[in-house]
Structure formats: C-alpha cells, structure tokens
C-alpha cells in the first residue's frame, strides 16, 4: 500500500474507534491535556541536549497550543488549528527548519509514549486498541516526517509558525 494512504488509513483508525478518540481523552481539554504531559516531558529532558536543543526557538506554551490545536483537527474535532495557522496544515514543511532525524523521531515517540501512560482517558484494558491506534499514528507520522523531509524542495520550507495564508501548493 502506498505510504500516504496507510497513513490516512492509520488516521481513520484514530477516529472510528467507538467511542472515538477525541471522546476517551475527554475531548478539547483532554487533548491539551495530552499535549501538555508531552511538553512538559520534552522541556525536562535534560538527559539529550540535543533533542531539547531542536525546541530552542519554541516556548512550551506556544508550541502545546499549536500540537494540540492540531491534534483536536486530525482526530475529528472542530478545525482549531486552521483557524490559528490557515487552510493548510502541511505538517512535514513546518517541520523543515527543523534539523530532525530518525534518533529525534524514536526521542519524540518516547516522550509521547510517556505522555500517553500518564493520560488519564487512556488507562485501562479497555483502552488497549485504542493506545495501539494512537501510538501506530505517531510512530507513522514522526517517522513521516523525517523521510519526506529529506525530499523536501527549498521552496517547499515553511514560512515557520506563522500564518500560511498565501500558500497552494
Ligand atoms: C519526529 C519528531 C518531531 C520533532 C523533533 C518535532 C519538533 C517540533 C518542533 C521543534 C516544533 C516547533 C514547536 C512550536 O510549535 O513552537 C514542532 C511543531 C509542531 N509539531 Fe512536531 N516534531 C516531531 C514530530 C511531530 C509529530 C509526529 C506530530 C504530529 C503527530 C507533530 C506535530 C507538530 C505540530 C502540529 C506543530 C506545530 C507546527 C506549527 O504550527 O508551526 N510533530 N515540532
């Protein structure tokens, strides 16, 4: 199957579960709630520089708004984040001024994953699958991130955080 649709398809999975994703975190605020163990996570890792080093140009606050915005969007909720950063959500060039390889994808997944044990919504036997779709979809985008980046354009870069309101491509 090709990579873009068996990533479509690992993102249907996070909303056709029953009850939804959305729903088990406890929607809007569960899924800041998720962004925000996950920053706290990142902005304590004391153990890699390195991996903290790539957030150097982010505040926490901001950058759990912008993943959480996203987060709501991606699994079925109201569109936040292109109401903050316009019609198109292009993950992999906001991502290009970024220096990011498979090692801070495999770091990011672990702090997500430390993030996920933490949530409230996602404890319990009962929510096994719907742990396994949620990690399935991360693992698949972080890693995504990191090789499409690699065939990125120079005139495909984002124009960083700020508002894409120009961009059609
Ligand atoms: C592969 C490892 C990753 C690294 C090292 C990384 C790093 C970063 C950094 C440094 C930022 C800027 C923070 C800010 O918003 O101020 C950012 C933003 C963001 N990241 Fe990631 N990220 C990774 C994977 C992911 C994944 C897997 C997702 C989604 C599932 C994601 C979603 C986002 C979103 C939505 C933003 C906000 C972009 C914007 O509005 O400009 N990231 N990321």
């Given at each position: 199957m090709p990579r873009r649709h068996r990533l479509v398809?690992?993102?249907?999975?996070?909303?056709?579960?029953?009850?939804?994703?959305?729903?088990?975190l406890?929607?809007?605020?569960?899924?800041?709630?998720?962004?925000?163990?996950?920053?706290?996570?990142?902005?304590?890792?004391?153990?890699?520089?390195?991996?903290?080093?790539?957030f150097a140009s982010s505040t926490?606050?901001?950058a759990i708004d912008n993943q959480f915005r996203?987060?709501?969007q991606a699994f079925g909720g109201p569109g936040l984040y292109g109401e903050k950063k316009g019609?198109?959500?292009?993950?992999?060039?906001?991502?290009a001024n970024y220096k990011i390889g498979a090692a801070a994808a495999g770091?990011?997944?672990k702090h997500m994953e430390g993030a996920m044990d933490d949530h409230e919504g996602l404890k319990g036997a009962e929510?096994?699958?719907?742990?396994?779709?949620?990690?399935?979809y991360f693992r698949y985008t972080a890693y995504y991130i990191v090789v499409a980046s690699e065939y990125m354009r120079d005139d495909q870069l984002s124009g960083g955080t700020q508002l894409d309101s120009g961009r059609i491509w």
């Amino acid at each position: 199957m090709p990579r873009r649709h068996r990533l479509v398809r690992s993102l249907l999975a996070t909303t056709s579960l029953s009850p939804p994703i959305l729903e088990r975190l406890g929607g809007i605020d569960g899924v800041r709630r998720l962004s925000t163990l996950f920053y706290d996570r990142v902005f304590a890792d004391r153990d890699e520089p390195w991996f903290l080093g790539i957030f150097a140009s982010s505040t926490k606050d901001e950058a759990i708004d912008n993943q959480f915005r996203y987060l709501v969007q991606a699994f079925g909720g109201p569109g936040l984040y292109g109401e903050k950063k316009g019609k198109y959500v292009r993950l992999v060039g906001r991502h290009a001024n970024y220096k990011i390889g498979a090692a801070a994808a495999g770091r990011w997944m672990k702090h997500m994953e430390g993030a996920m044990d933490d949530h409230e919504g996602l404890k319990g036997a009962e929510n096994d699958v719907a742990r396994g779709y949620l990690r399935d979809y991360f693992r698949y985008t972080a890693y995504y991130i990191v090789v499409a980046s690699e065939y990125m354009r120079d005139d495909q870069l984002s124009g960083g955080t700020q508002l894409d309101s120009g961009r059609i491509w």
